[in-house]
């Protein structure tokens, strides 16, 4: 705990967003104030909604304050008229928390559309950084890896997957504490002269980096593999990649699950094995690690998943802390400033 | 059986490439020959081992005939140097037997670099084809789907992907007998408006297209599900999809083995479970259904995975004969000039 050097991080959290809104993310709150005293939280919901679920818990009252909020944003609105329309939104209100540095991180379950608009639109970009990349961490054999861009900017140029690259790279080494984090750059072979025309221009740009540990191309069979911390590609790329993730892993679990009923005899053997599988697979699960931040604005923007639980609240809001004690953003700020000067 | 149809489909097959090379091709086309008499394997590679490979088994020798091809192309070799330089070649001979109608496909768990590029090369486009797409079968809960393309032609055109979606429609529904196959492009959501430059180019191209069954845009997490038949997209988000469900399923697989021994209570139920949980794991391998088809060539050629058995082999080559007999070349070539005299 390290609320004497930095101080208390401050956390507006949507409290209307995501499939288990307002219960999971107020249980969220709770158990995260309860364990830490250097958080402060404010909920934002409708007031009425929100304090009846708080009602349930026990907690330090001056760690957790509603902030009313009483428009919601629709997972299906179309994110920029939602952004502009619904100004008392939850994720509204707590941009503007951000950008008026009222707090130092928003965290949501809502519509991503909404949030990374918002992002860009209210919290605004670090000088200097072209595009806000979303970065979530995937499951690997050996942990996690950065997926960075997964966003909603699709169509980039070389420079900006310069710029991923070195802002994942700082976040795997403060966030996740990973020394010297292997970065790699998504192609269609190892070798250097596949690839499409921005991965081909992109590569050298990398290799020329002084101060990213850049391993080379990395093949989309690698990744489940921990093959890299920071994975770097195009949005568009990106999505398919997590995407496929999510779908692909809960279609194999269910299909083994089926197989694992076909017969009386694997029906016992699921029976006994299931307990030791379960715990397997929750480890090749990313909601343990928190959600997704938005890489190079003036603040912290994470977003979790929309079937997020209390425990990735509560992870996400973590996260929150130790990106404000790390310094994350003064360390981007840093990092631009030094390569737009070799320039 | 349709032999008194179609006649003989004549077969040429590199019996020097992939992992089991010779072993695996040669027992797959002794499988062949010996279950249907309307095939003729011309068996490339090096005659003397290829012979001694033979000799092991008892089959029609009418139907199998060894052609000598001393050079062998290494996966590791530059794909252009390697078709120029070694004319000699398993795939290089095989590829010119089908250019001269010598042979009606070729078929190779070799080089996927040298066997892309020897069909664009050697055997040649269809005219009107602008650009011949590698479309491989992948697992799905219902099934598989077809993934066109994953070739070694990145940054396609919208007129590149049109033809896709009618390559890849003719294909599921005369050679895997799907009616009415379910036509749709990879995008980032569902919603139209999402998605990069070439893909929102695209969308209104295929909705115009009157003979497919364009069901418009799927996410990457729907392709396990079995949302679409054909799934459209560029070949570098096409090879990130192929390469990381076979990354991602062997993972997870493993994952799950290790879970299962990590108790004795749960290695019990492992091996009562064992045997249903092989067969559900075999259905979700796409292995059985034969190789990927490079589309679009005057002729057929055929790209099996690397690590091909015999089975697999056997497969490719039976999907050559159906391919044949459905006379998939004259449908493309009809689709296309009924297109061109659209414009």
Redesign the interface.
């Known amino acids: 705990m390290q609320s004497d050097l930095s101080g208390i991080t401050n956390i507006a959290l949507d409290a209307m967003g995501g499939d288990y809104a307002p219960a999971e993310p107020v249980k969220g709150a709770v158990d995260a104030v309860n364990v830490r005293d250097d958080i402060k939280i404010f909920l934002l919901g409708q007031e009425d909604v929100v304090a009846r679920e708080l009602e349930k818990y026990t907690y330090p009252k001056e760690q957790i304050q509603v902030v009313h909020a009483p428009e919601v944003i629709e997972t299906a609105e179309p994110p920029v008229n939602a952004i502009r329309g619904k100004k008392q939104s939850s994720i509204v209100i707590g941009m503007n928390m951000v950008k008026r540095q009222e707090a130092d991180a928003f965290v949501s379950a809502g519509s991503s559309g909404a949030v990374l608009v918002g992002g860009q639109v209210i919290v605004g970009r670090i000088k200097g950084i072209e595009r806000p990349p979303l970065a979530p961490l995937i499951p690997?054999?050996k942990g996690v890896s950065l997926l960075i861009d997964c966003g909603a900017n699709?169509?980039a140029r070389s420079s900006h997957l310069v710029q991923f690259a070195k802002m994942g790279s700082i976040y795997m080494e403060n966030v996740l504490h990973i020394s010297k984090p292997r970065v790699a750059i998504?192609n269609?072979g190892a070798e250097e002269?596949k690839?499409?025309?921005l991965?081909k221009e992109t590569i050298p740009l990398l290799r020329a980096l002084e101060d990213i540990h850049f391993v080379g191309c990395i093949?989309?069979?690698?990744?489940?593999?921990g093959a890299a911390d920071v994975i770097v590609c195009e949005?568009?790329?990106g999505?398919?990649?997590?995407?496929?993730?999510?779908?692909?892993?809960?279609?194999?679990?269910?299909?083994?699950k089926?197989?694992?009923m076909?017969?009386l005899?694997?029906k016992?053997?699921?029976?006994?094995?299931?307990?030791?599988?379960k715990?397997?697979?929750k480890?090749?699960d990313a909601s343990q690690y928190g959600g997704a931040p938005l890489l190079g604005l003036n603040g912290l923007v994470v977003k979790t998943h929309g079937s997020s639980k209390a425990q990735e609240i509560t992870n996400a809001v973590y996260q929150c802390v130790t990106f404000k004690q790390q310094d994350i953003n003064g360390k981007i700020r840093k990092n631009i400033i030094g390569s737009q000067e070799q320039k």
């Open positions: 690997t054999e699709v169509d998504v269609i002269e690839g499409n025309a991965v093949e989309a069979r690698e990744i489940p593999r949005a568009f790329v999505n398919v990649i997590l995407k496929l993730y999510e779908g692909l892993s809960s279609t194999l679990i269910g299909v083994i089926k197989g694992m076909s017969t005899k694997s016992i053997g699921a029976a006994l094995a299931l307990p030791s599988l715990s397997t697979i480890a090749f």
